[in-house]
Every structure is written in C-alpha cells, then in structure tokens.
C-alpha cells in the first residue's frame, strides 16, 4: 500500500526567509509526486509535479521541490517566503501500479509572518 | 481547456433534510472523478470515486451516496442529513494513469443545523 506522510501540521516562518515544507512517502515501485496548494474555502491547487527527469521540480508561484529516491522524499520549497504563501499545503503520491489514486497526506499549514 | 463547476459555493441544510452537490467537468472525456470530504481545514477524505458512467466505489460507511448518470457529471446525495455530514466537499477529476494529477473543483461548504 502507499501513503505519504507530512510530519510538520504547521510551519511557521517569516517573510523573506526560506521555507521548507516536508513530505515523505511511501510506494512499491516508482512514484508519481505532487504538490497541492489549499487557500481558506477553496479547492486544492496544482503547484508541481514529479514524474520522471530532474530530481528538482520548478512549480508555480516561485515553488519547487526535489524527488530525494534514497530518503522518499519529496520536500516543498521557497528561497523567499511571501505572506501571500500562508496556506495549506497537500503532497499527493501515486504508485506506478496504482492505477488511478493518488494518496494524499494530511496537509501543514504554513504561516508566513511580516 | 478543461474546467470543473462545482455548486453550490455554500449551502446550509436542516438536520433530516436531503442533500445533492453536483459536480460537471468539461473539455474532456471519460474522466476518473472523485468526491472528498474535507474536515476543519484539514486532511482530505475520499468518499467515493467513479471511472465510468454508472460505476461507484465507496470508500466509506456513511449516509452518503453518489451517482454518475453521465460522462461529466458527479452527484453527491443524501436522504437525511446528519449534523455530522457538515464539512467542505470537494469533487475531483482525473485522466488515465495520472500523469496530470487531481484537478479540484473550488468546493462547498455544506452546514447542517
């Protein structure tokens, strides 16, 4: 079975600092990896991928992240968090053999501070 | 391009009343779609999903049920809600093996009181 765990239920970090938000998971086989994006009362937004290629993955909004094989990893990424970034934050993992499901994790918010 | 409505935005039912949330995808054909719960802004439950007209699997025991009468269309139904059934629902769709991911629809908030 696959499953994805995000171990931070919240990230608290001020703007114009880094952020990291963390995802490890969990899969037989080689995984598809993405990243979602929940503002207050709306749906999740797509932000990046990772399918194959490039361990780093440039998304949306100045976000990436980097497909770590040996540790299943696939941490979310900023150089310079804006207050605008505050939200939470879904990885999603699906297995090369899991037909059409992705798992997803059980989100963190992230707070950026002024 | 293809877009996904959900409605309605907010919806605020009396305990024992029935519910149905509609879901319509567009610009493509034969999508996998999904209806999630998501509770107190947090994780995300999924209810049911669907990969073709006619063909529902339920992920959980619950006083929900859903249908796919067409290609593009996801209903999330109800005969008597429960105040437990109060949450944000959202619907989802998806091609294939998923090389695209999960689009979602911007949700609903559904509250019973």
């Known amino acids: 079975a696959q499953s994805v765990a995000q171990p931070e239920d919240q990230v608290n970090v001020a703007e114009g600092n880094p952020l990291t938000v963390k995802c490890t998971y969990s899969?037989?086989?080689?995984?598809?990896l993405f990243w979602y994006v929940q503002y207050p009362n709306r749906g999740l937004q797509f932000l990046l991928k990772?399918?194959?290629?490039?361990?780093l993955v440039k998304g949306s909004y100045g976000f990436e992240a980097e497909f770590n094989k040996s540790q299943t990893s696939f941490h979310l990424k900023k150089p310079s968090a804006l207050v605008s970034d505050s939200a939470l934050y879904f990885c999603?993992?699906?297995?090369?053999?899991?037909?059409?499901?992705?798992?997803f994790g059980g989100g963190t918010r992230l707070m950026v501070k002024p | 391009s293809q877009t996904i409505h959900q409605w309605p935005a907010t919806l605020v039912q009396p305990v024992g009343s029935p519910l149905s949330l509609e879901c319509t995808v567009e610009?493509?054909?034969?999508?996998?779609l999904y209806w999630y719960r998501q509770a107190a802004g947090r994780g995300l439950q999924l209810l049911f999903y669907?990969?073709?007209?006619?063909?529902i699997s339920s992920e959980v025991p619950q006083n929900l049920s859903a249908s796919r009468p067409q290609d593009r269309q996801f209903i999330l139904s109800s005969k008597k809600l429960l105040l437990s059934d109060s949450g944000f629902y959202l619907c989802?769709?998806?091609?294939?093996?998923?090389?695209?991911?999960?689009?979602f629809g911007s949700g609903t908030r559904l509250t019973v009181v």
């Open positions: 989802a769709w998806s091609l294939g093996q998923l090389r695209t991911g999960y689009t």
């Open positions: 990772y399918i194959t290629g490039d361990n």
């Open positions: 669907s990969v073709g007209i006619g063909q």
């Open positions: 899969v037989s086989g080689n995984p598809y």
């Open positions: 999603a993992v699906r297995a090369n053999n899991a037909g059409n499901m992705l798992t």
């Open positions: 610009g493509t054909s034969n999508p996998n």
